[in-house]
């Protein structure tokens, strides 16, 4: 590794960050970061991309590696295959069915195989950008072509600052500091062990007129809306990009026990009423329904559905049962 990197304030923070955590209690994007930032600016050295942007978009299209394609075929960039690739391939469900994407060995590999893919000739007037112009380069990458998403360069601009990606290619320390103490700025603290929002989601405007960073299904249901957890998804995923407390997250969902989420899943934004919706008194229980799965699918609390029916909290449930949901 060059000195001048490894003078970088980043290695002094994920220090600091170290000794204040347990690996074990580290949000997921920290310990990606943490994992594949090496090679993030080996990738850099090599072929002059911006070791921020590499971990940005592995961030945002790995879901900081929980995707099925970063666990199964070491594909963190979501490359499919073309006409002129030999190495291994996996089959995902994608934009059709069943699409072919590149399968690597290791991950090291997919981060290389994403460098040569900008290098095309597609994306030559990055390389006239700074290397530490973050902003510059991930506006440029969706006036290249690389997403549909309209929102793709903010959500890379907001991942990089929210966790200071940036200092990765800074070489003078004095011009890359964190930000105060008690900044209105989302930083990284070294006695706590996450990343939390500064407003907490009770504090910011209504769920309705927020914007969602992710192109997830929505949808309303006894009132509340929700969106429809992907693959690779999870409350910690969800909620730093819906800039909500995960806890708080959790808390609307009836997921406190430390519920994982399954693609599919409803995730609501904000508190569910204490009963269904008035059309539906009752339901019968069918085959796989948990209290949960019945409270996600109507809307409402789960402690409603044992109270209403007087069964005892975390009682499995009974295939056609009849339950009262109001």
């Keep these: 590794m060059h000195t001048s990197y490894m003078k ?22 920290l310990q990606y970061i943490d994992k594949y930032k090496d090679i993030a600016l ?5 072929h002059k991309i911006p070791a921020s942007i590499t971990l940005a978009q592995g961030l945002l299209e790995s879901g900081a590696g929980q995707s099925e394609l970063a666990q199964k075929a070491n594909n963190h960039f979501g490359i499919k295959c073309t006409s002129d690739w030999k190495g291994e391939t996996y ?17 090291s590999e997919s981060f290389e195989d994403h460098s040569r893919f900008l290098m095309r000739d597609r994306y030559k007037p990055l390389f006239s950008l700074d290397i ?26 907001r991942i990089i600052e929210d966790y200071r990606l940036d200092l990765i290619t800074a ?63 999870t409350f910690e995923s969800l909620a730093y990009f819906l800039n909500i407390r995960e806890k708080t997250l959790r ?29 539906y008194q009752y339901y019968y229980v069918r085959k796989g329904d948990t209290a949960w799965s019945i409270a996600q699918k109507f809307g409402f609390k789960m402690k409603t559905i044992y109270k209403l029916n007087g069964i005892p909290e975390g009682t499995p449930l009974v295939t056609r049962q009849r339950l009262r949901l109001r």
């Design 42 to 46: 080996e990738k850099q050295r090599e």
């Design 91 to 107: 089959r995902h469900d994608d934009d059709k069915k069943q699409e072919c994407f590149r399968k690597y060995k290791h991950a």
């Design 171 to 233: 070489e003078t320390p004095a011009d890359h500091q964190l930000p105060p103490a008690g900044s209105t700025d989302t930083v990284l603290a070294a006695d706590t062990a996450e990343i939390a929002p500064v407003l907490d989601f009770d504090e910011r405007a209504k769920m309705d007129e927020v914007e969602l960073y992710m192109d997830h299904e929505s949808g309303r249901q006894n009132g509340v809306r929700y969106i429809v957890a992907r693959q690779g998804d």
């Design 132 to 157: 530490t112009d973050y902003k510059g380069w991930a506006e440029g990458l969706s006036r290249c072509g690389y997403a549909t998403d309209p929102k793709y360069p903010q959500k890379l601009i």
């Design 251 to 279: 808390r609307h969902n009836d997921a406190a026990d430390g519920r994982e989420l399954r693609k599919g899943d409803r995730v609501y934004l904000y508190p569910k009423p204490t009963k269904a919706p008035k059309k």
């Design 8 to 29: 970088s304030p980043f290695i002094l923070l994920v220090l600091l960050l170290s000794a204040a955590l347990h690996a074990e209690q580290q949000p997921l994007y």
